[in-house]
């Protein structure tokens, strides 16, 4: 019984901690979804489906974006490969054919996303623009 609190284990905290702080690629999506989310909270009615659709491609791609730079940092931008007895060489590895896709997929929703958004603001929000401006003109 005494051997299941050796160092590293349950009791001190070992590798359930490591397992607990680890979230889970859908838990990493639906925490960006929430952060775009909370962009177009205040967004017209009409474009709220569209504004949907659009924040779960872009989180789901941010997520899978940030996972493929992963992989490319631990095994390089290229990989060896062997077509046959006598054709072999180095390519672009397929990770980052990939990655170069879907940035600019990623690029062009969030752009779409941006486009979207309101473009005047609220009134009765001060950010200290307009006291900025006058201070410079005064």
Do not use: W
């Amino acid at each position: 019984m005494h051997g299941q609190f050796s160092k590293g284990g349950v009791g001190q905290g070992g590798e359930l901690m490591a397992l607990k702080k680890e979230k889970t690629k859908e838990d990493r999506i639906n925490q960006e979804k929430n952060k775009l989310n909370r962009m177009f909270k205040e967004i017209e009615e009409k474009k709220k489906k569209m504004v949907e659709k659009l924040v779960m491609n872009a989180a789901f791609m941010a997520i899978s974006l940030e996972d493929l730079q992963k992989i490319i940092n631990e095994k390089g931008y290229t990989e060896e490969y062997q077509n046959g007895a006598n054709q072999k060489g180095v390519k672009k590895c397929s990770e980052v054919e990939i990655y170069n896709t879907m940035i600019k997929n990623y690029s062009s929703v969030i752009k779409q996303l941006t486009d979207l958004l309101p473009k005047d603001i609220p009134k009765g929000i001060d950010d200290g623009f307009e006291e900025f401006v006058n201070a410079k003109n005064g």
